[in-house]
């Protein structure tokens, strides 16, 4: 019989590669323009499945007369969305048996996640009258983990984080159809879909406790370098933010040369309307509604974070490299490894015109360097000293 922590890690595990494939499959689907494969949720076309007979396809097309069956993109969007669902339903196994290993009644806890979840399936039937009342429930949620933070361990915390996270995803992932790929919405899937791959990192790091063990010269340098990992993982996440807002956009090939952009080093470029997040919403934005400028804008802000990004995660693994101990200084090769490799992917999306693998693994990419920075600054804030 497998131990409880052996149980919880296994099945953490899973968690971890599901979201990994979820978050690869999402951004395919994004960057295949089939966000709006499927534009009813959570079926498709009205069917569990995809309408594949030809009958099945003119019922569908008389049923969406503005948004015909398209094959090649009716599979992507309900294939994320099967593998989407099979996580959160392991998450959700993940937080109970985190809670049962614990000891830990989680009443409210379960109350509100049962809230939450009726709350979506009423969404289907109610329609978006019921939109402020979710809100409302995902702010009670993670406002009632906030207030038991002191009385569970800290997987339990994650799990129940998580377990938040991926139902805010479901609700993402509805909106990003009803509302019709709106950039806002789109943009915060995005990140939810990152975060949570994080978040089962750090967890299975936790439950593992995998953590450095240094000698105290070693242990100093690492807590001079705290506030500098921070600060690299603030810019990672501002940095995917914009490149979720330049894909949203479909502002990727608005600079269609490098390094310069439209031929000079600092465009003409509307950064008002590009950085306009109450711009209306629909009638849908499949391709983009943005003119040419705002675009610019959009692109050229994505690539001035790329070299933010690099100065400090440069200026990070150097830092690294002067405690001298094997394990930090390894890290911080991975950590450069990460950067070179992404860099490389976003300037050959470029110089290439966006290909579509090269664009799913640059998106890939985006969530690796993440998960590495996350670790790092895990790993200093839990080092011990020999």
Request: proline share 4%; glycine share 8%.
């Amino acid at each position: 019989m497998m131990s409880n922590n052996k149980k919880i890690v296994a099945v953490a595990v899973l968690a971890l590669i599901m979201a990994s494939v979820v978050v690869v499959l999402g951004s395919f689907t994004r960057l295949a323009h089939a966000g709006l494969g499927c534009p009813d949720w959570p079926t498709c076309y009205g069917h569990l499945w995809v309408p594949n007979e030809s009958h099945e396809i003119d019922a569908a097309n008389a049923a969406f007369t503005d948004t015909p069956v398209e094959t090649d993109k009716t599979w992507p969007e309900q294939i994320h969305r099967i593998f989407a669902s099979s996580l959160g339903l392991v998450i959700l196994t993940l937080l109970f048996l985190s809670a049962r290993a614990a000891t830990v009644r989680l009443g409210s806890i379960y109350i509100l996640l049962g809230a939450l979840v009726a709350g979506l399936v009423a969404r289907i039937f109610a329609g978006d009258g019921l939109d402020p009342l979710l809100w409302l429930l995902v702010g009670l949620y993670f406002l009632n983990v906030w207030r038991l933070r002191g009385q569970l361990t800290a997987t339990l915390r994650l799990a129940a984080i998580l377990a938040g996270l991926v139902i805010l995803q479901g609700f993402f992932g509805m909106w990003t159809v009803t509302l019709k790929l709106w950039p806002q919405v789109v943009t915060a899937h995005l990140l939810g879909g990152f975060a949570t791959f994080c978040v089962i990192w750090l967890f299975i790091q936790v439950a593992l406790a995998y953590q450095w063990r240094l000698q105290a010269p070693a242990v100093v340098q690492l807590f001079k370098t705290k506030k500098l990992a921070v600060l690299a993982l603030g810019a990672a996440i501002v940095q995917i933010t914009l490149g979720g807002w330049t894909s949203s956009n479909y502002a990727a090939l608005a600079c269609p040369d490098f390094p310069l952009c439209q031929n000079a080093v600092f465009p003409s470029a509307d950064y008002l309307q590009g950085f306009n997040i109450f711009q209306h919403v629909g009638p849908n934005y499949l391709g983009g509604l943005l003119d040419n400028h705002a675009r610019i804008a959009i692109h050229f802000s994505h690539r001035i974070g790329a070299i933010v990004l690099t100065v400090f995660c440069l200026a990070l693994s150097l830092s690294l490299f002067k405690t001298k101990a094997p394990a930090v200084r390894r890290m911080a090769l991975i950590l450069l490894a990460a950067l070179l490799a992404q860099i490389s992917l976003g300037i050959s999306n470029i110089v290439l015109s966006l290909p579509l693998s090269v664009a799913v693994l640059h998106n890939a990419g985006g969530a690796i360097l993440l998960v590495v920075l996350v670790t790092i600054n895990h790993r200093i804030s839990s080092v011990k000293t020999l």
